[in-house]
């Protein structure tokens, strides 16, 4: 059972990783928690799903569906992300540290509403444009096509991003922004555009984590976000906001640590949130800044 | 700032006006429906709303009553606060002759209170936990009793399932689940006193949280359990129980193993979720099922014809939303005509509703002292995907 | 301009005020404001509560509905065990400080936002907890709790009298607020929340003074929670989500924080315009309420950032 576990913990931990991908990046460069992230990634969801309604021929099956579905969520979901910044955030920016939150709230409030209201309000079944084949790994364990896809795209969504960020132009005036936005401001880098881009991306992360959620528990509903968002979250900061490879190591601890208390503690599984927020207290009193150190602008 | 500030005060002293001029305008008898409109419960409490409207609308188009009908909305969106604040809402107007709801037993104790102190009759067509009624027997109760539930208390659904299973199925070793609420929480502590109690084992219970999607990890721990369960028993909601049902299939946990619910996982939608996972399933409902009644297979077709919209499917509690609608209607007749203003009255209807002795959806509900329905009949049903239907297991 | 509302005379008359609304209510036959007030009036004390945390010293909590729920669970079990309300209130309140400072002395030297994520974590730790502790708690199916009528004398309807009690705790809080904020105590704070580094280097002995900050909001959540379990009668682990600690912070930071007057003027907008929503708005538009609650959440904070009724301090930083 421990490698069916194993497979269990990883396919879990990579969507939290990609959802907490998106709350660092945007953590890193304006030190702001992105409360709308998780409708965010609820609304990436439902764009893929619209897409697979509208053109189910097209786009309701095979290797076009699937990529279909990532384009249409994931641009959808940046762009939610932008609009946002720019109408909800940025007016509040310098003004104080906690408005652009109490925004982030609202915005929030009023998606997650949205949809509820003018969508549906009720689970929707989410369409599978990979065919199901269950891979036997011996002593029992079995790992679904379908798992393999959610980790390859994870997997490969990550190293894009990776190499965006550490070989391109745009990358590296992200990463200056996050050290330090002034001087990158004197150094030439448009602030303003650098943070859209950087929301664009965040969100396009949401988004494809929407799909992948999807696709792996076959459903969707308008409250689908808070949850995995929450956890990601946290899972980000376990691994030290602001941190890009923390986020990805944060989601596969928090996943890994789901299933160790669901699976192995008897009766864990009511305790199991209990658990995960625990033990990041504990990290966090023992390394205050996450297991692999934060990575934001110092404020003096 | 100041003409902000002015601007403020003055906004909500309108609030405050038009809150105190909102009183009864209508002359219609009204019946309030106290459910989570909007919210993490909106689904189920819309679809309640949907069954007493539906239940108004056709009572009125027949002209059954010399006045008029309306079906009141009340959001409490599933927070105990929230229902209190509606109670508080509905118990000042005087229209208003009997309230339909809360869905959540956590609404419906603390409101079932408020609704005393009024007193308004309460009916609720989706609170489990005993606690709803049998606080009223507590010498700290104020006020008459004025809760009754077209519902079963769980004692009685957990039971019927360990029958079934020990007995028609003939398992001895079950696994157990439930989602830590009142209502999944009770089916599962009843199913197991009853279970072991005719000589089975539990061997394993766990509590997931409403609104968790991944299981695997559970569910692979009891596909593993040396104790080897032969099935696994869920008290919970259709969501949960369709995730459940899907991840089973995914980790190959199939027949002989078995899954059985409660009604709360009864209703098409499970299929929505849980897809050709489902078949196999065994479902336990309240009643004969409806689709073996015939008043039963007529309430569908309306339904159906009345509300099409994607998100408006018929889920597992509306038609006790209409059941209790249909209730209230019987003993508005035994109350015969509304006073000069228009108004019913409310402790009548009270002494009325306890009377109540009607054959409906549900079979034949009575109520006892404590206003707990006497109908405790429980099918097991047995899901089949393919065409979206339950069979009944005699 | 805000020096008006801050002025005695119109402390006295929001008082009177505060004071008519039982009356007001019953002339106008609409005794649901009341009850609108009394959960008014719990906000408040909430945001009061929090506003040490957060408005003054700057500390970013997402959990303190954790102790509101510790103060009513306490209360809960103690009025069980038959000890009369009086004594389950203050008991109840000594628990929650001292709980609050068990977390403050783990937690208090984390980061900013770190200590967002980690006061997240033991709200939701917290009820989880009372959740899963059947055998104290009841669980999910939540604890009756005896009923006290202490101003049975004044007026029948026990929401007026715990209308009245929530009003008298508000105005102690309120006092007793401004006692600190006046103080030597309160003043560190501030310069706390500015800038820790010149703070410390100032004297100011940083660590004890957060640590108080934070311990003496749990005096408050610790009361609130306390009235709240005694007037519903009812506890359960559902009216503790972390959405409720989300309001709380949005109370403290729409107001103004470090803002007495905001906080108060934001615990009456965002705790009272939903239910006031639910009893003014028709039938089509009842579903719409916490869509318009977000939009103006979102609305009022581009509007007024710094709050709505700022503390005159931080106007001036502010507008500067």
Redesign the interface.
């Given at each position: 059972m421990v490698l069916q576990q194993l497979v269990n913990a990883l396919t879990l931990g990579a969507i939290y990783s990609l959802i907490a991908l998106g709350y660092t990046l945007v953590?890193g460069i304006l030190?702001m928690?992105n409360f709308a992230h998780s409708e965010v990634l609820m609304l990436g969801a439902f764009a893929a799903l619209g897409l697979a309604t509208i053109l189910p021929a097209a786009f309701g099956t095979g290797a076009l569906g699937l990529g279909g579905m990532f384009v249409v969520s994931m641009l959808g979901a940046g762009l939610v992300n932008v609009i946002v910044e720019r109408f909800?955030y940025r007016?509040?920016r310098h003004?104080?540290r906690?408005?652009p939150?109490?925004?982030a709230?609202?915005?929030?409030?009023?998606l997650q509403?949205?949809v509820f209201?003018w969508l549906s309000t009720q689970s929707l079944s989410f369409p599978q444009p990979v065919e199901i084949k269950q891979i036997p790994l011996g002593g029992g364990a079995s790992v679904s096509s379908l798992q393999l896809v959610i980790l390859g795209a994870a997997l490969a969504l990550m190293a894009l991003l990776h190499f965006w960020v550490e070989k391109t132009k745009m990358g590296k005036a992200m990463r200056a922004c996050a050290d330090d936005i002034t001087t990158a401001g004197l150094m030439g880098i448009n602030a303003d555009v650098v943070i859209a881009v950087t929301f664009f991306v965040g969100g396009a992360l949401g988004g494809a984590a929407g799909v992948l959620y999807g696709m792996n528990y076959g459903s969707i509903k308008y409250n689908l976000g808070f949850l995995p968002g929450?956890k990601a979250?946290?899972a980000a900061?376990l691994g030290g906001?602001g941190n890009i490879r923390g986020a990805v190591l944060g989601g596969f601890i928090l996943g890994g640590l789901e299933v160790l208390a669901s699976g192995y503690i008897p009766n864990g599984a009511?305790?199991r949130?209990?658990i995960a927020?625990?033990v990041?207290?504990l990290v966090?009193?023992v390394r205050?800044?996450?297991l692999l150190g934060e990575k934001l602008a110092e404020k003096? | 700032?100041?003409a902000?500030?002015r601007s403020?005060a003055a906004t909500?002293a309108l609030?405050?006006v038009?809150?105190?001029a909102?009183?009864p305008k209508e002359k219609a008898v009204k019946i309030a429906v106290a459910v989570p409109?909007?919210?993490d419960m909106g689904t189920e409490g819309q679809g309640l709303w949907r069954g007493v409207e539906l239940a108004v609308e056709e009572v009125n188009a027949a002209h059954r009553f010399a006045y008029r009908i309306k079906a009141?909305?009340?959001?409490d969106r599933?927070?105990?606060?929230?229902a209190?604040?509606?109670a508080?809402?509905i118990v000042?107007d005087p229209r208003i002759v009997a309230v339909i709801g809360p869905y959540?037993?956590?609404c419906a104790?603390?409101a079932g209170?408020v609704y005393a102190?009024a007193p308004v009759a309460m009916i609720s067509p989706a609170a489990t936990?005993p606690?709803v009624t049998a606080?009223q027997l507590?010498p700290?109760w104020?006020g008459p009793k004025v809760i009754f539930r077209v519902v079963p208390t769980d004692d009685v659904q957990g039971e019927a399932a360990a029958k079934f299973a020990f007995t028609n199925l003939r398992k001895r070793r079950m696994a157990l689940l439930h989602d830590?609420?009142?209502y999944g929480?009770?089916l599962a502590e009843q199913f197991r006193k009853t279970f072991e109690s005719l000589g089975g084992k539990v061997v394993s219970a766990d509590?997931i949280s409403v609104g968790d999607k991944d299981f695997k990890a559970l569910l692979t721990k009891i596909k593993g359990d040396d104790s080897r369960p032969e099935g696994i028993y869920f008290g919970g909601l259709y969501t949960e129980a369709g995730l459940l049902l899907k991840q089973m299939k995914e980790l190959d946990m199939k027949a002989p193993f078995i899954f059985i619910s409660g009604d709360g996982s009864k209703t098409p939608a499970l299929f929505d979720v849980a897809g050709d996972a489902a078949e196999g399933a065994y479902l336990s409902i309240v009643g004969i099922p409806v689709e073996e009644l015939p008043s039963a297979r007529e309430f569908i077709a309306n339904y159906k014809k009345r509300w099409t919209g994607s998100s408006e499917e018929l889920k597992p509690f509306d038609h006790f939303g209409y059941e209790a609608a249909q209730i209230v209607f019987a003993a508005l007749e035994r109350l015969g005509a509304p006073d000069a203003d228009g108004m019913m009255d409310r402790e009548k209807m009270i002494d009325e509703l306890r009377k109540t002795h009607y054959t409906g959806l549900l079979g034949l509900t009575t109520f006892d002292e404590k206003g707990d329905t006497l109908n405790k009949i429980i099918t097991i049903t047995k899901a089949h995907p393919k065409d979206r239907s339950f069979e009944g297991m005699h | 301009?805000?020096g008006?509302?801050r002025s005695r005379g119109t402390a006295w008359i929001l008082i009177a005020a505060a004071l008519a609304l039982p009356f007001a209510?019953h002339a106008?036959?609409?005794?649901?404001?009341v009850?609108?007030g009394g959960?008014v009036g719990l906000f408040m004390l909430l945001g009061l509560g929090l506003n040490f945390t957060l408005g003054y010293v700057g500390l970013?909590d997402l959990g303190f509905i954790a102790f509101y729920a510790i103060g009513a669970y306490t209360t809960s079990i103690a009025m069980k065990a038959h000890v009369p309300a009086p004594a389950a209130i203050l008991l109840a309140i000594a628990v929650t400080v001292f709980a609050r400072l068990l977390l403050g002395i783990?937690?208090l030297?984390?980061?900013g936002?770190?200590l967002?994520?980690?006061t997240?974590?033991?709200g939701?730790?917290a009820r989880?907890?009372i959740?899963?502790m059947d055998w104290l708690t009841n669980?999910?199916?939540?604890m009756?709790v005896?009923?006290w009528r202490p101003l049975a004398f004044l007026a029948k309807d026990?929401?007026v009298q715990f209308y009245l009690l929530i009003v008298a705790a508000v105005l102690a809080g309120v006092a007793a607020t401004r006692r600190l904020e006046d103080s030597r105590v309160g003043r560190a704070w501030v310069a706390i929340r500015e800038d820790e580094?010149a703070a410390r280097l100032s004297g100011i002995p940083v660590r004890e003074y957060k640590l108080l900050a934070f311990t003496l909001s749990a005096v408050f959540a610790g009361l609130a929670g306390s009235l709240f379990a005694l007037w519903?009668?009812?506890v359960?682990p559902?009216?503790f989500v972390?959405w409720e600690s989300?309001l709380v912070?949005?109370i403290v930071?729409?107001g103004g924080?470090g803002s007495i007057s905001g906080v108060l003027?934001g615990a009456?907008?965002l705790a009272g315009?939903p239910?006031?929503m639910?009893?003014?708005l028709s039938?089509e538009w009842?579903?719409?309420?916490?869509?318009f609650?977000?939009?103006?959440?979102?609305?009022v904070?581009?509007f007024?950032?710094?709050g709505?009724?700022p503390s005159s301090r931080r106007e001036a930083e502010?507008t500067s």
């Open positions: 953590y030190a928690i909800a007016p509040l003004i104080s906690l408005a939150l109490i925004s709230i609202g915005v929030s409030i009023v509403n949205a209201l929450a979250f946290t900061v906001i009511q305790w949130d209990v927020f625990t990041l207290i966090l009193l205050p800044s996450g003096v | 700032m100041i902000f500030r403020a909500l609030a405050a038009l809150a105190a909102c009183g409109l909007t919210g009141v909305p009340f959001d599933a927070d105990p606060k929230e209190v604040n509606v508080n809402l000042s959540n037993s956590g104790i603390p209170k102190r936990n606690e606080q507590s700290d104020i830590k609420t009142p929480q009770g509590g | 301009m805000s008006l509302l209510a106008a036959e609409f005794p649901y404001l009850r609108v959960i970013f783990s937690i030297r984390l980061r936002d770190y967002a994520v980690v997240m974590g033991f939701e730790i989880l907890t959740n899963n669980g999910p199916k939540g009756q005896r009923p026990p929401n580094v519903e009668q009812f359960t559902e009216s972390f989300v912070v949005s930071v729409l924080m003027l009456l907008i315009v239910p006031l639910q009893a003014t039938a009842i579903n719409y309420r916490y869509l609650f977000g939009l103006i959440l979102v609305l904070t581009l007024r950032p710094q709505l009724l502010l």
